[in-house]
């Protein structure tokens, strides 16, 4: 929206009416431009918006609220029990009337109206900080009639706010507190225009998430407290008594709990940037272990290049790969065993993953598993040394030419041990040969990986998280806990800090601008 209910509320026929014919064009385009928004909007419905269904009012549907085509009967107030009402005499009795008619007689008593009644003392904060700076915010141009104003147009402050912020020197970190004053302007056309702080429309996926330039918290702020709830592991408890012990700052859990999802809401269109960095990386290192959002199981993924981390949490299926990578992706994908890899023809197969089910034979009671786990892991052994004496100087050609007939002894073994009576061993002699070609792969190709360590170790941080916090509360905390950790995961790869950059996206998304593009990382230059 353009013009604001403020200066909406100062327009009429006379003024427009006084206004030159250039600048009433313009007040025109303005409020066509508002016309159509609020169409669009007006539009909107389940049908051809993200709105769900339940959102709609009943009778759009044909439907009225009780869910059976009748009106529901009027309901009268009564008192909580019958034997309150014995116990009370008739003349103190109070009298019942419907809720949708009030009392004529003005004696009766009247239900109040729900919030803040008019007289009664507010609630504020009462910690007062030094202020140790001001910000003034002018109008820039009449919102009438389009005319540009300047700080010497008698503009008065109308309204205000403070900013709690950390400022990191080194060595050190201090505190500031940031007044910021929004001015109004009186243009010679009779206009009052107000300067309003950005307030970004509200976005369904994130539900009552606010992300504005009017915030209590500062963005560096935002970013440290992001950085002791992940990092850091505290709780939202922890993280307010950290704040006001070490630094003399006071906040509510829940005002730390909205300065989290606002930094996730803020990065959210950082997730663009790396998701095209991971659809076109040339290897690709994906996990994914277990989550818990409340009672629901859910799975954390992560896709990590050299440079770039993503995670993203949902269901253990298909459709989280389709919709990352589509079925078109030409880079090498390391994974383990999961079978909604397979669809990938340039695939990886971790090595530690065989080697340890190996380990697991031959220390099993069955005397034919012993034996293959045993064979298994001195072959996996022997192409292993040979891929690593590859990778120190020029390869000697290609190793499964090399070592075709270690590889059709062992492929022998493995046809032989799937009809073995162990189920291990004959799960394990199936896994061979269902990924043959994704397992040995790199004795083609010995620059590539052998394990899928990579993956492993960017879960292990999340998985402590998730051991100590059991998971996420809300569709809100899962969102923010992926985003966050895929820029600040980021950021450590490229060895820069997180924080700062975490900060930068806060500030440019607070003030209507996008987000600043990833840092390059020191070992790309």
């Known amino acids: 929206m353009i013009l604001s209910e403020y200066s909406l509320r100062q327009l009429d026929a006379a003024y427009i009416r006084s206004l030159p014919e250039d600048a009433c064009q313009e007040l025109a385009?303005?409020?066509l431009v508002d016309l159509k928004t609020l169409h669009?909007?007006?539009n909107q419905n389940s049908g051809n918006s993200s709105k769900p269904p339940s959102s709609e009012l009943p009778w759009a549907t044909g439907k009225m609220a009780d869910g059976q085509g009748v009106e529901a009967p009027e309901v009268q107030k009564t008192d909580d029990s019958e034997a309150e009402r014995e116990s009370v005499p008739d003349s103190e009795q109070k009298i019942t009337v419907s809720e949708t008619q009030a009392p004529k007689d003005k004696s009766l008593p009247m239900k109040p109206n729900p919030g803040k009644q008019p007289g009664t003392p507010g609630f504020g904060r009462t910690q007062k900080l030094p202020i140790t700076n001001t910000v003034h915010h002018h109008a820039l141009c009449c919102d009438g009639c389009g005319r540009q104003t300047n700080e010497q147009d008698n503009q008065v402050a109308w309204v205000g706010f403070y900013t709690i912020d950390v400022e990191v020197s080194s060595p050190g970190i201090g505190i500031t507190n940031t007044k910021r004053l929004y001015y109004a302007v009186t243009c010679p056309c009779g206009h009052i225009t107000r300067q309003y702080p950005y307030q970004e429309a509200s976005d369904e996926l994130w539900g009552n998430v606010g992300l504005g330039e009017w915030r209590l918290v500062g963005p560096m702020l935002c970013a440290l407290i992001v950085s002791l709830a992940y990092r850091m592991r505290m709780s939202r408890t922890k993280i307010q008594e950290f704040l006001h012990d070490w630094l003399g700052i006071k906040l509510s859990r829940g005002t730390i709990q909205r300065c989290v999802e606002e930094s996730a809401r803020a990065c959210a269109p950082v997730e663009d940037q790396l998701v095209e960095q991971v659809v076109n990386s040339g290897l690709l290192?994906?996990?994914?272990?277990?989550?818990?959002?409340k009672k629901t199981l859910l799975w954390l993924w992560v896709f990590a290049t050299r440079f770039s981390v993503l995670y993203f949490i949902g269901?253990?299926?298909?459709?989280?790969?389709?919709?990352?990578?589509g079925h078109t992706y030409s880079g090498w994908l390391m994974s383990d065993g999961y079978q909604v890899y397979r669809r990938y023809a340039n695939r990886l197969r971790c090595w530690a993953h065989l080697l340890r089910k190996a380990k697991g034979l031959e220390e099993s009671l069955d005397q034919e598993g012993r034996r293959f786990g045993k064979r298994t892991r001195e072959i996996l052994k022997t192409l292993m040394d040979a891929v690593y004496q590859a990778r120190e100087g020029p390869p000697p050609g290609d190793l499964k030419r090399i070592h075709?007939?270690?590889?059709e002894e062992f492929r022998g073994m493995c046809e032989a041990m799937r009809a073995a009576s162990h189920e291990k061993t004959r799960a394990l002699a199936v896994e061979f040969l269902n990924d043959w070609d994704a397992i040995f792969a790199v004795l083609s190709h010995p620059h590539l990986p052998l394990t899928n360590n990579e993956a492993e170790r960017l879960l292990r941080h999340l998985v402590i998280l998730r051991r100590i916090t059991y998971g996420t509360r809300s569709?809100?905390?899962?969102?923010?806990?992926?985003?966050?950790?895929?820029?600040?995961?980021?950021?450590?790869?490229?060895?820069?800090?997180?924080?700062?950059?975490?900060?930068?996206v806060i500030r440019a998304r607070r003030s209507g601008q996008s987000a600043p593009a990833l840092p390059v990382s020191a070992l790309a230059l």
Do not use: F, M
């Open 29 to 31: 385009v303005r409020l």
């Open 40 to 42: 669009e909007r007006l």
């Open 285 to 293: 290192h994906v996990d994914e272990t277990t989550h818990k959002e």
């Open 315 to 325: 269901y253990r299926s298909a459709e989280i790969i389709e919709n990352l990578l």
């Open 404 to 407: 075709a007939k270690l590889l």
């Open 475 to 504: 569709k809100n905390g899962t969102r923010a806990l992926g985003l966050l950790a895929s820029v600040v995961e980021t950021c450590r790869k490229r060895q820069v800090s997180p924080w700062s950059y975490l900060a930068q």
